[in-house]
T-cell receptor, first 113, second 111 residues
């Protein structure tokens, strides 16, 4: 069965430190992977995607993600966290059979000053 | 920039009422989606549409229906609202093979 796992409900990071939000997936075929961010009482905003090519993908707001095929992971990273990065982050993978997205449960990122 | 708008940010309805949630996108996207988001449950797909007048059930279609008469507009209908439909409703649109773009959401409370 196709699935996405975000193993951490919450991640706490001090401002200025690097951050990582983890995502692993299970999908048949080549994965199309996405990261979204949601600020309180707002819709989701697209951050970045991996379709093919370089395993390190750069996206909005200084975020990047590393695709690792052997570990079936797509972790979101940022070298230096900002308090304004505090939000809910969702990982998703495309189901090739119907073009829908399979969503992770979300990870709450808290950046402390 | 892609823009997806939803008719209301906050809505309060009574049990048994018929509720219409409207979503409009301005990028000529083929696909449109309705999700609900609840704490601890993530995003759950209610219905999606890949073309005008076409619709497909998602994971939780019970108690909902949809309408897509024009390409840019996708409506979610709660035929008889119930308290367990209190939730955040998110609309999204996409080209066939690419990322989805979301509206700001409608927080619906059914009393």
């Amino acid at each position: 069965a196709q699935s996405v796992a975000q193993p951490e409900d919450q991640v706490n990071v001090a401002e200025g430190n690097p951050l990582t939000v983890k995502c692993t997936y299970s999908v048949s075929g080549n994965p199309y992977l996405f990261w979204y961010v949601q600020y309180p009482n707002r819709g989701l905003q697209f951050l970045l995607k991996y379709i093919t090519g370089d395993n390190l993908v750069k996206g909005s707001y200084g975020f990047e993600a590393e695709f690792n095929k052997s570990q079936t992971s797509f972790h979101l990273k940022k070298p230096s966290a900002l308090v304004s990065d505090s939000a809910l982050y969702f990982c998703a993978v495309r189901d090739h059979s119907n073009y829908q997205l399979i969503w992770g449960a979300g990870t709450k990122l808290i950046i402390k000053p | 920039d892609v823009k997806v708008t939803q008719s209301s940010r906050y809505l309060v309805k009574r049990t048994g009422e018929k509720v219409f949630l409207e979503c409009v996108q301005d990028m000529d996207h083929e696909n449109m989606f309705w999700y609900r988001q609840d704490p601890g449950l993530g995003l759950r797909l209610i219905y999606f549409s890949y073309d005008v007048k076409m619709k497909e059930k998602g994971d939780i279609p019970e108690g909902y229906s949809v309408s897509r008469e024009k390409k840019e507009r996708f409506s979610l209908i709660l035929e008889s609202a119930s308290t367990n439909q209190t939730s955040m409703y998110l609309c999204a649109s996409s080209l066939v093979q690419y990322e989805q773009y979301f509206g700001p959401g409608t927080r619906l409370t059914v009393t």
